[in-house]
């Protein structure tokens, strides 16, 4: 089993910068992808970008530019540096993680006011 715990998000302005985290724990060397999601107010939950084993990237249209996945094996986390940040970027940001199954973190919003 893998355990993910995030963190970072908050409020900020729009233009500003936020970057979120996701620790994962217990199975980690099964783990063939770690992504974010989102799920705006009344929207439903969409992929922001997802990193693959090679380090293989792939990012929303709206994330292109101005979004970016990384990981750091060492500590099995994967981090969501997002920049230019916009008002429809405001939502529940998801980990999301697939072994032979799939793992979801709790959410961490993230709210950017115009």
């Known amino acids: 089993q893998v355990q993910l715990v995030e963190s970072g998000g908050g409020l900020v302005q729009a233009g500003g910068s936020l970057r979120l985290s996701c620790a994962a724990s217990?199975?980690?060397?099964?783990?063939?992808?770690m992504g974010w999601y989102r799920q705006a107010p009344g929207k439903q939950r969409e992929l922001v970008a997802v990193?693959?084993?090679?380090?293989?990237?792939n990012y929303a249209d709206s994330a292109k530019g101005r979004f970016t996945i990384s990981r750091d094996n060492a500590k099995n986390t994967v981090y969501l540096q997002m920049n230019s940040l916009k008002t429809e970027d405001t939502g529940v940001y998801y980990c999301n993680v697939w072994d032979y199954a799939e793992h979801w973190g709790q959410g961490t919003l993230v709210t950017v006011s115009s």
């Open positions: 217990g199975s980690t060397w099964r783990i063939k992808s």
């Open positions: 990193i693959i084993s090679g380090g293989i990237t």
